[in-house]
């Protein structure tokens, strides 16, 4: 089944840096990964996804690349600010229901004023 | 996301007892799951649903069980076989394969 490793699990950055986190996944039937931003105690919420059909994808300061020779697809936030902290869940998905699936283990990022 | 609601908030439970936690959606979405999150953990999927009439175990399902009746409805019982139930559970849904939308979870607490 499909495997996603996500790194790192924790990052700090400074108030209008750039925050880069990165997901591997397994299955290369997988062809749709999402990105989902969690508050603390709130839901998680989509904020970005991408097909595999497509190399980038860009929404003002979110960008998420995928390279789908090397497995691997990522999340670029720019010009952080604070309300971005939170946990941010990578996840990939081969079109099939339930448990191909499959979420990244987190990223909680932390911007510092 | 917004079509998904859970309920109730917070809930209490007595070691021993079943407890079932709610969750609805009028997005007309065909899919739902629940997803189980422990403190600072990934969300573990426990059990999914892609029609009315059927459900698939996820990863985790020993200990609970599901129902899906309604299009609309995918209630949860956590029973008392489950060891560790105190969790925050979300359920999600989908149109498709793809996108799952998050209802609000539910912050399940043994006493």
């Known amino acids: 089944g499909e495997n996603v490793e996500q790194h790192p699990s924790t990052l700090s950055v400074q108030e209008g840096d750039s925050a880069v986190i990165k997901c591997t996944y397994s299955?290369?039937?997988?062809?749709?990964f999402p990105w989902y931003k969690q508050e603390l105690g709130k839901r998680p919420q989509l904020i970005i996804d991408?097909?595999?059909?497509?190399g980038e994808k860009k929404d003002q300061r979110i960008a998420v690349t995928l390279n789908k020779t090397a497995k691997h697809f990522s999340l670029h936030i720019t010009e952080t600010q604070p309300e971005d902290s939170a946990v941010y869940f990578c996840?990939?998905?081969?079109?099939?229901?339930?448990?191909?699936?499959?979420f990244g283990p987190g990223t909680r990022l932390s911007v510092l004023p | 996301d917004g079509g998904i609601t859970q309920s109730p908030k917070y809930l209490f439970r007595k070691e021993g007892q079943n407890v079932t936690l709610s969750c609805e959606q009028n997005?007309?979405?065909?899919?739902m799951y629940w997803y189980r999150q422990d403190p600072g953990q990934g969300l573990r999927l426990i059990y999914y649903?892609?029609?009315?009439?059927?459900?698939q175990k996820g990863d985790i399902a020993e200990g609970y069980s599901v129902s899906r009746e309604k299009k609309e409805s995918f209630p949860l019982t956590v029973t008392s076989a489950q060891k560790n139930p105190s969790a925050f559970y979300l359920c999600?849904?989908?149109?498709?394969?793809?996108?799952?939308?998050f209802g609000p979870g539910t912050r399940l607490t043994v006493l």
């Open positions: 999600a849904s989908s149109g498709g394969p793809d996108t799952q939308y």
């Open positions: 299955d290369s039937a997988s062809n749709y």
């Open positions: 991408i097909r595999s059909n497509v």
């Open positions: 996840a990939a998905s081969s079109g099939n229901y339930g448990q191909n699936f499959v």
């Open positions: 997005l007309n979405h065909d899919a």
């Open positions: 649903s892609q029609i009315v009439n059927d459900f």
